[in-house]
């Protein structure tokens, strides 16, 4: 539905039968440089050089960079946050608690908010709990800061049927669910993160103008690069960071993931 509510754009089909021969575990192997390598299309990439990162910031700057893992989405957001024009900024650091007083407190478990929280007027953030989903805030949602207050951000609702909703966030208490923790930890801080960058597996569900595929480490789960080609319509919409060591005989090629002589997407 995504791809031909955009059908009267070139290349559409071309783009169409793209999409099916990866979701489909049908796109051509290439197995002389790994069992596991597909082709991407070189014109929507960005050379690896030592300056592709930024390169891929730029060329997105007002759109979303999708990335595998959530350290290369921390790297991204912090990069992007500098570079952002606002001059209204402001630190937010989270009070921690753990039972082990001996155990450091400068971690980020998946699914919390970093102890070093920077934002901008103007920036776009993610929210990461579920506030209040009759208000539309829902983990996952994108919103823009309008004012950083000490003790509440006022933020405006950028997706969903709430878009255009102006809503003031404060800090929580929240408690990881990682069983892996060695201890319990207690973080008070605003839910929110960066969106200038996501995960792919975050973007699930949402339909963007414009995205950056950050493929420097390879796709490593199920459906990850299906997820991430598909959220938009139409070739011109994607730039991509290959990794640097992805190219052979003038192509950039990327990692899929194969078991027992079946892709695995």
Do not use: W
Request: hydrophobic residues 35%; charged residues 20%.
């Amino acid at each position: 539905m995504r791809v031909r509510s955009n059908a009267h754009s070139n290349n559409q089909a071309d783009f169409e039968n793209f999409l099916l021969c990866i979701g489909n575990g049908k796109e051509k192997l290439y197995p002389n440089i790994g069992s596991a390598k597909i082709q991407l299309p070189k014109d929507l990439c960005i050379c690896p050089d030592k300056n592709g990162l930024k390169t891929l910031t730029h060329k997105l700057y007002d759109r979303a960079i999708l990335t595998t893992t959530n350290d290369d989405v921390d790297t991204i957001n912090t990069m992007v946050m500098d570079m952002f024009p606002s001059t209204v900024s402001k630190t937010y650091l989270s009070a921690d608690t753990v039972e082990d007083e001996s155990t450091g407190y400068f971690i980020t478990p998946s699914g919390t908010p970093p102890n070093k929280l920077t934002l901008k007027k103007h920036a776009p953030i993610m929210l990461l709990r579920n506030l209040n989903p009759a208000a539309g805030l829902l983990n996952g949602t994108r919103l823009s800061v309008l004012n950083l207050g000490t003790r509440l951000i006022e933020t405006k609702i950028l997706t969903g049927t709430h878009a255009g909703n102006t809503v003031f966030l404060p800090r929580i208490t929240i408690i990881p669910s990682d069983a892996e923790l060695p201890f319990n930890l207690k973080r008070r801080q605003f839910p929110i993160k960066p969106a200038f960058s996501v995960t792919i597996n975050k973007a699930q569900g949402q339909t963007l103008g414009q995205i950056g595929l950050d493929l420097t480490k390879p796709v490593f789960s199920h459906g990850q690069l299906y997820v991430a080609f598909s959220r938009v319509r139409n070739f011109k919409s994607i730039s991509i960071l290959p990794a640097a060591d992805s190219l052979f005989d003038g192509q950039y090629y990327t990692d899929n993931i194969v078991y027992e002589g079946v892709i695995q997407h």
